[in-house]
């Protein structure tokens, strides 16, 4: 269900690193305690994200929660299509849906996030 070449965060973030390019998006634990989602809030392209500070929220049935930056950089795309359809969140966490691309800024931070093995302990998965 977590995808191995994944990196986590205790806040239920995922990122994929390809070079130096971070795709970031919410964890199947996530939209699952979050229930069926109904809104998403990002950045703009160009925005400068920092390390574990929050960069957008996600708004479901049954709360709103901001959504923490596995890693720091520039937000160099947005997944346009969460705006009319913010449900693929619920769908497919680990695929379509994920959120924004980030210019990567410090790759040493990359070793400090959880596993896919980690972090299914971590939710017991």
Known sequence: MYPEN?????????????????????????????????YVDLPKVGTAIAQHTTFGSVESVKA???????????IIAINESLSTA?????????????????KLKDLS???????AADYKKYVGA
């Not at 390019?21 to 199947?28: E, L, M, N």
């Not at 709103?64 to 520039?74: A, F, K, L, N, T």
């Open 64 to 74: 709103v929660s901001d959504i923490y930056s596995p890693v720091s950089g520039e």
């Open 6 to 38: 994944y990196s986590y965060t205790k806040e239920h973030e995922w990122v994929l690193v390809d070079g130096d390019t971070g795709t970031i998006g919410i964890t199947d634990h996530a939209q699952s305690e979050l229930g069926d989602i109904v």
């Open 86 to 102: 913010p449900e693929k969140l619920n769908s497919d966490p680990h695929g379509d849906a994920w959120l924004v691309k980030v």
């Open 109 to 115: 931070e990359i070793p400090g996030l959880m596993s």
